[in-house]
C-alpha cells in the first residue's frame, strides 16, 4: 500500500501544472508590458497569469542612431521575470520624455538609413546577450506610411543579430482596414514574415485629447481591427491587446489616465453608479461634477479572453501591469 501510495502522489505531483504551465486565461499565453520602475512585488502578483514580461527599457535617442543601456531597474526586472518562470522581452521605444509623446522623427531618422538600422539591431543583441533577455518587443509608434520597409527591415535585422531562439515582437496600433494599417506605417505581409508575434495595440479607441468620451478599446472595434489584420497576419501569430486602464473627459480642461483601481475609487468617493457596458464590455460612469469616465477591468479582460480563443489566436497582451487588475 505504502508502494502504490507513493506512485500515487508521485504520479499526482507530476500532473500539477509549474509556475510556468498554470498560466490563465487557459489556452492563450498572455505579455504583460511592464513600466521599468515597477516592483519585482508586481511581477510576482501578477506571474500565475502571465506567460511573458515586456520591460519598457531602452528609447531610440532623438538622432535615431543609438539606444541607450538597460537600466539596472530594466536589468532587475528581466531577472524577477526568470525567477518566476517567465519569458522577459527588452522593449525598444520611441518615446520621448521631451516631447513627452512618441517621437516620429526619431523613427524617421532610423528606418530610412540602412546603416542605422544594421547599428541599432546590433546594439539591442547585444544587450540581449549580456542582460538574459529572451527577445525584443519593438514598439515605435507614429511610424510614417514610407517608414514601413524600414520598420521590416529593423526586424528582419534583430532576426538576424541574435540567436533563433530569442523572440522578435512588435506592436502594431490598431486599424479598422488593411489600408489603414498601411497609412499607418505597417506593411502587414513584411511584418508577418519578419517577426514571430504581433501585439496588436487594441485600445485607446477614445481618449481625451483626441475623441469625445467613449470606451477604451470596445468589443466591436476590436473584432473590425482583428478582422483587417487577420486578412494578412495568421491568427496565431497575433495577440490581442487588452487596456488595464480608463479615461477621464472631465467638463472643462484636460482629462487624465486613471488605473483600474482609482477609477472604482473615484465612483465610490463621489457615491455614483458605475455601469457595465455589455455591448463594449467595459465600465463607464458620469462623477458628481460631470466628468465621464470609461475603464477596462478584469471582467473587460475575460471578455478579450473569451474573444481571442474565439478567433485563434496566440494570446493576450496587457497594458499595463501596475494599473491593470492582478492577473491570474
Do not use: K
Not at 510576482?44 to 511573458?52: D, I, K, V
Not at 514574415?193 to 504581433?198: C, L, P
Amino acid at each position: 500500500m505504502r508502494t502504490l501510495a507513493l506512485v500515487l502522489a508521485v504520479t499526482a505531483a507530476l500532473l500539477v501544472p509549474t509556475s510556468a504551465q498554470a498560466r490563465e486565461p487557459r489556452g492563450l499565453d498572455v505579455t504583460g508590458w511592464i513600466l521599468q520602475s515597477g516592483s519585482n512585488r508586481l511581477v510576482e502578483r501578477n506571474a500565475g497569469g502571465l506567460s511573458t514580461l515586456s520591460v519598457a527599457g531602452v528609447s531610440l535617442d532623438a538622432r535615431g542612431d543609438r539606444v541607450a543601456r538597460p537600466t539596472d531597474d530594466a536589468l532587475r526586472l528581466a531577472r524577477a521575470a526568470r525567477r518566476q518562470g517567465l519569458a522577459a522581452e527588452l522593449l525598444l521605444s520611441n518615446w520621448s520624455d521631451r516631447l513627452e509623446d512618441f517621437d516620429p522623427r526619431a523613427n524617421h531618422r532610423l528606418l530610412s538609413h540602412p546603416q542605422r538600422i544594421r547599428a541599432v539591431a546590433r546594439r539591442m543583441a547585444s544587450y540581449v546577450a549580456h542582460g538574459g533577455w529572451d527577445g525584443v518587443n519593438i514598439d515605435l509608434e507614429r511610424v510614417r506610411r514610407g517608414d514601413a520597409g524600414g520598420l521590416v527591415r529593423l526586424a528582419s535585422a534583430l532576426q538576424r543579430a541574435m540567436p533563433a531562439a530569442r523572440t522578435v515582437t512588435i506592436d502594431v496600433s490598431a486599424r479598422q482596414s488593411v489600408a489603414s494599417y498601411r497609412d499607418g506605417g505597417y506593411d502587414l505581409a513584411g511584418l508577418r514574415d519578419a517577426v514571430d508575434r504581433i501585439e496588436l495595440m487594441t485600445y485607446d479607441e477614445h481618449g481625451p485629447g483626441w475623441s469625445g468620451a467613449g470606451p477604451v478599446g470596445g468589443l466591436p472595434w476590436q473584432r473590425r481591427c482583428l478582422d483587417a489584420i487577420l486578412d494578412l497576419v495568421p491568427a496565431d501569430q497575433v495577440d490581442l491587446g487588452v487596456a488595464g486602464y480608463g479615461y477621464t473627459w472631465p467638463q472643462e480642461g484636460t482629462g487624465r489616465t486613471v488605473t483600474v483601481a482609482q477609477a472604482r475609487r473615484l465612483v465610490e468617493h463621489d457615491g455614483v453608479e458605475a455601469r457595465w457596458r455589455a455591448r463594449q464590455g467595459e465600465w463607464t460612469a458620469v462623477l458628481a461634477d460631470g466628468t465621464r469616465m470609461w475603464w477596462s477591468d478584469r471582467r473587460s479582460y475575460a471578455q478579450r479572453a473569451d474573444l481571442a480563443r474565439a478567433r485563434g489566436l496566440h494570446g493576450l497582451a496587457v497594458w499595463r501591469l501596475g494599473s491593470a487588475d492582478t492577473l491570474r
